[in-house]
């Protein structure tokens, strides 16, 4: 790996673990076994690391995006394999929804692309409880999924909010309880 991946993926887990807030640019760089001096070469400060790693997110963001029912398999697997998806987007950049406080605001790439993230992410939830009422396994009416949709994404995004207000926003362990519950 790369040096400059190997600084993305330390601060990305760091960040997670610690918050946005509490990781320095020495302390990545010591724990690397770097120069601070090398790392600013890659990164000439924290916001540019935040912005690589937005960069992620966004690239991770669509190809969840991208999960649809299918005739294919199951409605309920395809909806599993979303779930899933979200679990694993919400441990790896955690600290994004949870310490924007702390790094000030987001990234130009996410502000760029929030409004498509959230219209497509209605999109999605559209397709897959549409699917379910039309194959019998939900019962709800039509003309109200999208509220539905609204309060699915509204419980995914900010669950990391309530964990952090119950003091457990850096235990990935009460991440991925809160999401299966």
Same mark, same amino acid.
């Not at 966004?58 to 679990?87: C, F, K, Q, W």
């Given at each position: 790996?790369?040096?400059?991946?190997?600084?993305?993926?330390?601060?990305?887990?760091?960040?997670?673990?610690?918050?946005?807030?509490?990781?320095?640019?020495?302390?990545?760089?010591?724990?690397?076994?770097?120069?601070?001096?090398?790392?600013?070469?890659?990164?000439?400060?924290?916001r540019?690391l935040?912005?690589?790693?937005?960069?992620?997110?966004?690239?991770?963001?669509?190809?969840r995006?991208?999960?649809?029912p299918?005739?294919?398999?199951d409605?309920?697997?395809?909806?599993?394999?979303?779930?899933?998806?979200?679990? *694993?987007?919400? #441990?790896? @950049?955690?600290?994004?929804?949870r310490?924007?406080?702390d790094?000030?605001g987001?990234? !130009?790439?996410? %502000?760029?692309?929030?409004?498509?993230l959230?219209?497509?992410?209605?999109?999605?939830?559209?397709?897959?409880?549409?699917?379910m009422?039309?194959?019998?396994?939900l019962?709800?009416?039509?003309d109200?999924?999208?509220?539905?949709?609204?309060?699915?994404?509204?419980?995914? *995004?900010?669950? #990391?909010e @309530?964990?952090?207000?119950?003091?457990?926003?850096?235990?990935?362990?009460?991440?991925? !309880?809160?999401? %299966?519950?």
């Amino acid at each position: 790996m790369k040096t400059r991946e190997r600084i993305i993926a330390l601060a990305q887990a760091r960040f997670n673990e610690f918050g946005y807030g509490n990781v320095t640019t020495a302390a990545l760089a010591a724990e690397l076994g770097i120069s601070e001096g090398n790392l600013w070469y890659h990164f000439k400060t924290k916001r540019h690391l935040l912005e690589s790693i937005s960069e992620e997110f966004i690239r991770y963001s669509n190809e969840r995006l991208a999960l649809r029912p299918s005739s294919e398999t199951d409605v309920i697997e395809g909806y599993i394999e979303l779930m899933m998806a979200h679990e *694993r987007e919400l #441990l790896l @950049y955690r600290f994004l929804y949870r310490d924007q406080a702390d790094y000030g605001g987001h990234s !130009q790439i996410v %502000l760029d692309n929030i409004t498509g993230l959230y219209d497509k992410s209605r999109a999605q939830f559209r397709a897959f409880f549409t699917e379910m009422v039309r194959v019998g396994l939900l019962d709800w009416p039509e003309d109200r999924i999208d509220n539905l949709t609204v309060n699915a994404i509204i419980l995914i *995004r900010f669950g #990391l909010e @309530y964990l952090r207000e119950t003091q457990q926003a850096f235990d990935s362990s009460a991440v991925e !309880q809160t999401f %299966l519950q």
